[in-house]
């Protein structure tokens, strides 16, 4: 996640900006509405019934790049949540204080056209087709609450790095079994053409049952597709393991335990695929 900087001059204590849709270019919608159209079309039997349902808060009364306004009329009337735009990474206190109030902070700019595939900064298709559809969810909108809430309290712990995990591998990138099946809810896979056939399809990765010690012990990958996934049983289960579990004592207990590598399967694992790490 966000790693200190500095609020430039001018900027509002909380890093919010005026999203301004009018600035965007004819070619940021169009970049929009391409990636839209793409991703819309590749995702149904693979999102969760969650996402799929989310993907309609997210149709608003003009096509490109939604208006922050009007999706956060529709997202607050759904789950009580919000969309504010910020220049592009804000620090972790930051960024928890808005999830605890119910506000995403969405980058406000758009990949260029030869950028649909790899991009290294979060931005606005990112975070609002891959984040939004599960926020119109309401147990997962209470879980981002309380991850929120979690964010702020492990800073007093230094036990951020740890927490981290457990965003990357549910929020970013999580999978979820659904009717016998495995189907995606990460952020990170949903706004992504290839990953989203790779966790599913492909043989290479790891995919694991969801356990909160084990994904707070493992090291992920920024620069590639994930080495392992973590399958939750459903959302009620990763919300309640998580708002019903104190974290500090777990944090003192991490302490002592080894980092695991991305790749790894140890004893202990509910193994769902075990994958070749060939790619
Ligand atoms: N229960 C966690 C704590 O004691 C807070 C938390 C909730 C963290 C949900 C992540 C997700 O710190
Ligand atoms: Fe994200």
Redo the contacts with the bound molecule.
């Keep these: 996640m966000y790693s200190p900087i500095e609020r430039p001059d001018g900027l509002a204590p909380d890093w919010t900006i005026p999203q301004d849709w009018a600035h965007y270019s004819a070619e940021d919608h169009a970049v929009w509405d391409l990636l839209f159209a793409r991703q819309a079309r590749q995702l149904p039997g693979r999102a969760s019934k969650a996402w799929l349902a989310g993907l309609d808060t997210l149709r608003l009364s003009r096509p490109g790049i939604p208006d922050f306004a009007e999706l956060s009329d529709r997202l607050m009337a759904a789950t009580g949540w919000q969309v504010v735009a910020v220049p592009g990474l804000v620090p972790d206190d930051v960024f928890f204080d808005h999830l605890a109030n119910r506000r995403f902070v969405a980058g406000n700019f758009i990949r260029r056209r030869d950028q649909l595939d790899y991009l290294q900064e979060p931005d606005v298709f990112h975070d609002v087709f891959g984040h939004v559809p599960m926020l119109a969810d309401p147990v997962f909108a209470d879980?981002m609450q309380?991850?929120g809430?979690?964010?702020l309290?492990?800073l007093q712990f230094g036990a951020l790095h740890k927490?981290a995990r457990?965003y990357w591998y549910t929020v970013e990138f999580g999978l979820v079994r659904e009717d016998d099946d495995l189907r995606i809810y990460g952020s990170g896979i949903v706004s992504s053409h290839g990953e989203s056939i790779f966790a599913l399809d492909d043989a290479s990765p790891n995919r694991i049952g969801f356990d909160l010690k084990r994904v707070m012990r493992t090291e992920y990958r920024i620069d590639d597709y994930q080495r392992s996934y973590f399958v939750i049983p459903d959302f009620e289960t990763l919300?309640r393991a998580?708002?019903?579990?104190?974290?500090?004592p777990l944090y003192r207990e991490l302490e002592a335990l080894p980092d695991l590598a991305p790749d790894a399967l140890v004893a202990g694992d509910e193994v769902v695929t075990r994958g070749t790490q060939a790619r």
């Design positions: 879980y309380a991850y809430q979690g964010g309290r492990s927490l457990l919300l998580t708002t019903e579990t104190d974290f500090a």
